[in-house]
């Protein structure tokens, strides 16, 4: 895991922060029987952000879906850019 600051904004990978948040909540998702998969991420999301807020949006997310999602479910994650945004998606069965 790597070193997160809080309230620091700093530039940083979004894809890499996703993988990371997704890691952390793998193991909980399977054992509920919900398969996570994420689709293949551009090479280079960075952005400035404070890392440990986004962690805990990503893992919020995660919670939330694996929360209304049935077994056997399928969570999905997907990264797509417009213009100089990034958009992430979190589709749940």
């Not at 309230?7 to 979004?14: A, H, I, K, M, Q």
């Not at 990503?58 to 945004?85: E, H, K, M």
Request: hydrophobic share 40%; glycine share 8%; charged share 25%.
């Amino acid at each position: 895991m790597r070193n997160r600051r809080s309230n620091s904004f700093v530039t940083l990978d979004l894809g890499a922060a996703l993988v990371d948040a997704a890691g952390e909540h793998r193991r909980a998702l399977a054992d509920a029987g919900i398969t996570l998969t994420i689709d293949r991420l551009p090479p280079s999301m960075l952005v400035r952000g404070d890392e440990l807020r986004l962690m805990q949006l990503f893992g919020n997310l995660l919670v939330n879906a694996r929360r209304y999602t049935d077994a056997p479910g399928q969570i999905c994650l997907r990264a797509s850019r417009a213009g100089g945004n990034w958009s992430i998606c979190v589709e749940d069965s």
